[in-house]
């Protein structure tokens, strides 16, 4: 697998042997909080329980920050900063499949486009790093159209693209292999069925019978006469020298 850029800004991974960028997104810090969590009056809101995760995630808890950042989504299934940092919290996991979907949730559901496009980056190393490539070059090519300018993403986009043409190329190998094999065994059949096969004997049970007759009497012929040299050359004398 390729190398993937890292860090960005907000919080972006990136593929296989790259680092993702992964810090978790403080609503009041990154955009205003008004337009993205409702004010809550209670240590339960989503804003206090994304804090929360927040701080456990900065202690390597992560276990700890994902149920926060769980809590926090099911309050406000829309918020996009909750889906986010959940995100980051799942790939920090290896739950690279969980991590895409929170990334697209939060991309789906942000009404801000550098968010969005973020997003898109993470879910597309979060992808990426599931094995998924069409998956992450599909979250790539969303992202350059929100920010043409992120380098990072075209690089990863470019790196991809050529991992997929390397795998459709080695796939045709394979198939063509394939193909010459079962040719190969089709031809070895063919060949087999135009081979004669031994005829089973058609004779009656008369004929075989009168077939050993001729055998044992041609035999019994044939020691007869042995039997007749035999006695021939016993009856005449020896020569006289």
Not at 116 to 125: A, I
Not at 130 to 145: P, R
């Amino acid at each position: 697998m390729f190398i993937i850029n890292y860090y960005k800004a907000l919080t972006k991974p990136c593929l296989a042997a790259c680092s993702p960028k992964i810090a978790p997104c403080l609503a009041a810090a990154l955009f205003p909080l008004a337009a993205l969590l409702p004010m809550a009056a209670t240590a339960q809101s989503p804003d206090a329980l994304i804090r929360s995760g927040n701080r456990y995630y900065k202690q390597k808890q992560l276990d700890q920050s994902q149920k926060q950042y769980e809590e926090a989504v099911r309050q406000a299934p829309n918020n996009p900063t909750a889906h986010y940092n959940l995100g980051n919290a799942q790939f920090r996991k290896n739950n690279f499949d969980n991590a895409a979907n929170s990334y697209d949730r939060a991309s789906a559901d942000s009404p801000d486009s550098a968010f969005k496009e973020k997003g898109l980056y993470n879910q597309g190393v979060a992808l990426v790093k599931g094995q998924k490539l069409q998956g992450s070059i599909d979250a790539w090519k969303s992202a350059l159209k929100i920010d043409p300018s992120d380098t990072e993403a075209r690089e990863n986009l470019q790196k991809a693209l050529l991992e997929l043409k390397q795998q459709q190329q080695q796939q045709q190998q394979k198939d063509q292999k394939d193909k010459k094999e079962q040719k190969d065994k089709k031809d070895q059949k063919d060949q087999q069925k135009e081979q004669p096969k031994p005829q089973p004997s058609k004779l009656t049970k008369q004929q075989v019978e009168q077939l050993l007759k001729a055998l044992q009497q041609k035999e019994k012929d044939v020691q007869d006469k042995m039997n007749q040299n035999k006695q021939r050359s016993l009856s005449q004398p020896d020569k006289d020298w």
